[in-house]
């Protein structure tokens, strides 16, 4: 299929033409014709699907024909919610992007920052309000936003909202907007929360789904390094040292540890830095375009920090701490090896971490390739169980036990004879 098969305005088909897209990705083609019906849709997807895509272009196509090409009054027409700062604008950027030839106009809302910009944009009107929740509730209690003429409500990446505890938010939401509206629901994973929560609020909803949560992208090559926990940052920088690593993003489980790996690796000259929740807007904002522009070789974030962060071309994902929800590994290394690049995921198993590698193995069914030889194996450990024995220090070890228990009996024996 292509995407002049999706019968789009020229408006679209013009913008998706100078990106360079021509076919849709599975979850596009099976989204976007259900969007263009009119169908509630639940889509069970993962980050670096071509997600965005599938519903912004539907509902642009859909918003135009009502807004026009004229300066109307604007109102809100589609509101999307999603769970961080970065996903949110980059969702905004992808309307601006395939809507860059139509008179539609996209505001982005979310906390830590000053609200004053976005309530001016607000009264100068928009159509597409992409937010996070707690800024979206703050800034309707107040009175400056207006959702009666809602025709599309998005609730992105639910899954995560569920995990940080916006559930009950966004069920607020919910109950603000039209009853007949249309509301598409995405999510990587659908724990019973969510499957509820589609239950309860969306009508008839078509399911759509692609790329299993236990698969691991094909073009990910995949390998994992036994190593003590006080050693991994020695490892992590023998890596970038040895093997020339650059464009590096890095998962730790925790901020401290993000912020406490950046400090170890600017000791050794490497450019890093970190992202995460303690972060500034802007200052996380700056760090990622530094990352992106390359000025920053080495990113390391925390899970809840790079959910939705979009990197083309990223080459290597480290799993310096493990997770220990098995498939949030999926997630991280989901971020490398797309649109057909080949990518590396490596990870970092510390001893108190074996039982996490052994779930995370189980849910991808497959064997990890274990690197045994590097300068920081796990000590007293045979960290690769299927190596063949070193036949010679057997022999050594045979002849030194043998010794030993002919002198134990030769000790007995002299008891005896006392």
Same mark, same amino acid.
């Given at each position: ?8 305005i ?20 099976q989204a ?32 135009? @024909?009502?807004?026009?090409s ?31 030839y ?21 009264k ?47 069920? @607020? ?73 650059k ?13 406490n ?57 480290i ?12 997630h ?18 510390g ?12 849910l ?17 450990e ?14 050594k ?16 024996? @002299? @008891?005896?004879?006392?």
């Amino acid at each position: 299929m292509t995407f002049k098969e999706l019968h789009l305005i020229s408006n679209i088909q013009e913008a998706l033409k100078e990106e360079g897209y021509e076919n849709p990705t599975p979850i596009q083609e099976q989204a976007i014709p259900e969007v263009l019906a009119g169908q509630d849709l639940v889509a069970c997807a993962q980050t670096g699907t071509g997600k965005t895509a599938a519903f912004a272009i539907p509902i642009i196509n859909l918003i135009h @024909k009502i807004v026009g090409s004229k300066s109307k009054v604007k109102r809100i027409r589609t509101l999307v919610v999603t769970p961080t700062r970065e996903l949110a604008i980059q969702i905004a950027e992808s309307f601006d992007t395939y809507g860059k030839y139509t008179n539609i106009k996209t505001l982005v809302i979310f906390g830590g920052v000053n609200q004053v910009p976005q309530v001016d944009q607000l009264k100068k009107g928009i159509d597409v309000l992409v937010a996070t929740p707690g800024r979206l509730l703050d800034l309707y209690k107040q009175g400056f936003i207006d959702l009666n003429h809602m025709h599309h409500l998005v609730l992105d990446e639910a899954d995560q909202m569920l995990d940080m505890g916006f559930i009950n938010d966004v069920k @607020k939401i919910i109950k603000l907007t039209p009853e007949n509206r249309q509301t598409l629901l995405f999510s990587a994973t659908m724990p019973v929360a969510i499957r509820e929560l589609a239950d309860t609020f969306l009508t008839r909803p078509k399911y759509v789904s692609v790329a299993p949560i236990s698969s691991t992208a094909e073009l990910v090559s995949q390998k994992v390094y036994m190593v003590d926990k006080s050693d991994k940052r020695k490892l992590l920088y023998h890596l970038i040292r040895n093997d020339g690593l650059k464009n590096l993003l890095v998962f730790t489980r925790t901020k401290h540890g993000a912020d406490n790996v950046v400090k170890a690796l600017k000791k050794q000259g490497v450019e890093a830095a970190a992202i995460h929740g303690d972060k500034s807007q802007s200052a996380r904002q700056r760090v990622l375009e530094g990352f992106k522009n390359q000025e920053v070789s080495v990113l390391v974030a925390t899970d809840i920090a790079a959910r939705g962060i979009d990197i083309e071309n990223l080459p290597y994902v480290i799993n310096f701490d493990l997770p220990n929800i098995p498939e949030t590994y999926v997630h991280r290394i989901g971020r490398t090896g797309r649109a057909g690049n080949a990518g590396l995921a490596i990870s970092f198993c510390g001893k108190d971490e074996k039982t996490y590698w052994q779930d995370i193995e189980k849910l991808i069914r497959m064997k990890i390739k274990v690197v045994a030889d590097h300068p920081f194996p796990w000590k007293d450990e045979v960290v690769n169980p299927d190596a063949k024995p070193d036949l010679r220090n057997k022999k050594k070890t045979d002849q030194k036990n043998s010794n030993s228990r002919k002198s134990d009996n030769s000790k007995k024996n @002299k @008891k005896r004879w006392y």
